[in-house]
């Protein structure tokens, strides 16, 4: 990543937040959010949505976007969206998300946060969209033309954040130069039209990176995910076809040997072990034994979490209301911002 200035900045500050958000939890807003593009796995799990319910539990305001309107920033349909939504719904809610205290909501289901993307577009300059490192990345790995939404979401992610008034977003560090961004406008609009907006911190995790079962990073398209959906036995089959190597001996070695450590690393923190400790343990029990230890790892971990999942989706009209109760809740909170905006611009009439 470039700036490693920034970088250092961007985590000192994530680091103070951190502390005073035990302190005062009634000053801090979270806002984050997901694309609903397929299921959440374990990267997913680990590296934000624990956070989110540690926050949520701690009686911060907590705020969920299900990105829908970003679903179509690098891909051309909306294919299996209306699904794809309900089974994130349910994904959270077996994971601890309590709806009574986060409002989870959807994009489409929100004009006056959308109507936000028109004065925040002002404030922010071509040169400055094009850029955002992030939205490169996305473009090259995708292989989309640069639409004017995949060059546009950051601002519409500002909106996100902005219109609930958040102040902290739970980031990885690709997030960073979107909180930048945000900042930037809500800057430059309290400036113009006065104060309406917070500053934004972005909250880096302190969770290393969980690699997919190959060792490369965790992604659907690559075969190597664990999803939250998964049953024991999809769990089973994913992990016995994944790669290890030719060596018998079972050693801890990111290095030389990320398939192996990949998989000492999920059982780890599925565990809540030392892979180190792991791999001593499994030594001459080669990839058999290291895969059966993984396999139980993950399926204990997730055992209760699938559970309440398959009695979640048994209630489809329970997770439907769910949706709309938060859409109406946000929806309010979208026109009271959008209010004061208007009002601090002078459109009144
Ligand atoms: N861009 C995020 C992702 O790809 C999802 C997202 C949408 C988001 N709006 C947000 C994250 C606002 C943080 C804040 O996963």
Known sequence: MPNEGSYEAAL??????HADLLVHPENYTM??????TGRLHLGHYFGTLVDR???????????????????????????????????MVVDYLACGIDPAKTMIFTHSAVPEENQLMLPFLSLITEAEMERNPTVKAEQEASGHELTGLLLTYPVHQACDILFCKGNIVPVGRDQLPHIEATNKIARKFNKRYG??????????????LLPGLDGRKMSKSYGNAISLSMTAEETAKLIKKAKTDSERNITFDPENRPEVAALLTTAGICSGRDPKELADEIGMGGGGQLKKVVTEA?????????????????????????????????????VQTLNEVREAMGMVY
């Not at 000192?12 to 937040?17: I, K, L, M, P, W």
């Open 31 to 36: 806002l984050t959010g997901d694309r609903p």
């Open 53 to 87: 319910v540690r926050l949520q539990d701690m009686g911060i305001k907590t705020n969920i976007v299900i990105a829908d309107y970003q679903v179509i920033t690098d891909r051309d349909t909306t294919q299996n969206i209306q699904d794809n939504v309900y089974n």
């Open 298 to 334: 993950v399926n204990g971990r997730f055992e209760q979490i699938r559970e309440r999942r398959c009695e979640l989706l048994q209630d489809m009209d329970y997770i439907k209301d769910v949706i709309h109760d938060g859409n109406e809740r946000a929806r309010a909170v979208a």
């Open 12 to 17: 000192r500050r994530s680091n103070e937040v």
């Open 195 to 208: 104060k309406v907006f917070p500053e934004v911190t972005g909250l880096l995790t302190s969770t290393p």
